[in-house]
């Protein structure tokens, strides 16, 4: 037998059986391998070749994301869908599912989602005056692949509030 495309984990060439292997796909879309197989007969020194099948084994791709962090304004939503850079593979149909990792007592508005998103947009509002962090656990998931879990940190700053500001001011007077 005889492989077109190692990338997906399997040896170029072997005889006998084709040997279990994992599948491996770095890439951000599906990629595939031809296989050839043709049959040998053997027999009292004879070699017969029986016709040769292919067959194709496409891998799709696995997010792989490391962990991230977004900065928003308290009150103000952020939205955060990975995008492929480096060693960060997402595949277009990536969807997240979420959990609290690390709560933050000080911030509302931020829940778990158990039900696949295309990205995660949340409204976080500061009760306190200095800036906040939360954590989420976040499992990408491509078709039927699932990445492993990374951790999004959103740094919640506070807004600055400047207060009215009363002045008394005496009118200038030109005296000549």
Known sequence: ?????????????????????????????????????????????????????????????????????????????????????GSTIVPS?????????????????QTASASAQNSISQTLTSSVASNQDIVYQVTPTSGSCVGTPFKLTVSVNNKTIISNIAQTVCPYRDWE
Do not use: E, M, R
């Open 93 to 109: 149909n990536t969807t997240y599912t979420w959990t609290i990792f690390t709560n933050n007592l000080n911030l509302s508005g």
């Open 1 to 85: 037998w005889t492989n077109n495309n190692t990338a997906i984990g399997l040896g170029a060439s072997g005889t006998g059986d084709i040997p279990s292997f994992t599948a491996t796909n770095t890439t951000n879309t599906p990629i595939t391998a031809t296989i050839t197989v043709t049959p040998l007969f053997q027999n009292a020194g004879t070699t017969c070749s029986g016709p040769s099948q292919t067959f194709s084994i496409t891998v799709n791709p696995k997010p792989a994301i490391p962990d991230q962090t977004v900065t928003t304004c308290t009150g103000s939503t952020f939205s955060f869908a990975a995008a492929n850079s």
